[in-house]
Nanobody, 115 residues
Framework: QVQLVESGGGLVQAGGSLRLSCTAS????????MGWYRQAPGKQRELVAI???????NYADSVKGRFTISRDNAKNTVYLQMTSLKSEDTAVYYC?????????WGQGTQVTVSS
């Protein structure tokens, strides 16, 4: 059974930084894409950043220039480095992995940015 486990969330002041990590276990097949999504209270889940196995990335306009996604294929781990955090970045952040077997989600990690 595939599991995605996030870590690194927490409380940070506006302008600060956090690094999220997500490690996949239980799968012998690598993910074609891995990404981060977020959901703020009362809002729909939205894409934050995504990266494919070759390292190509895509970001939401709201985080371009501030967030960086990366992955370690050997460790089945994806990272999200977040800098210059704003109060509007406050949300539950979810890790996502996709391969030919399906789409998988982590349980989410809370990121709270205080102004």
């Amino acid at each position: 059974q595939v599991q995605l486990v996030e870590s690194g969330g927490g409380l940070v002041q506006a302008g600060g930084s956090l690094r999220l990590s997500c490690t996949a276990s239980g799968s012998t097949f690598s993910f074609a894409t891995m990404g981060w999504y977020r959901q703020a209270p009362g809002k729909q889940r939205e894409l934050v950043a995504i990266i494919n196995s070759g390292g190509a990335t895509n970001y939401a306009d709201s985080v371009k220039g501030r967030f960086t996604i990366s992955r370690d294929n050997a460790k089945n781990t994806v990272y999200l480095q977040m800098t210059s955090l704003k109060s509007e970045d406050t949300a539950v952040y979810y890790c996502n992995g996709f391969n030919f077997r399906g789409t998988y989600w982590g349980q989410g990690t809370q990121v709270t940015v205080s102004s």
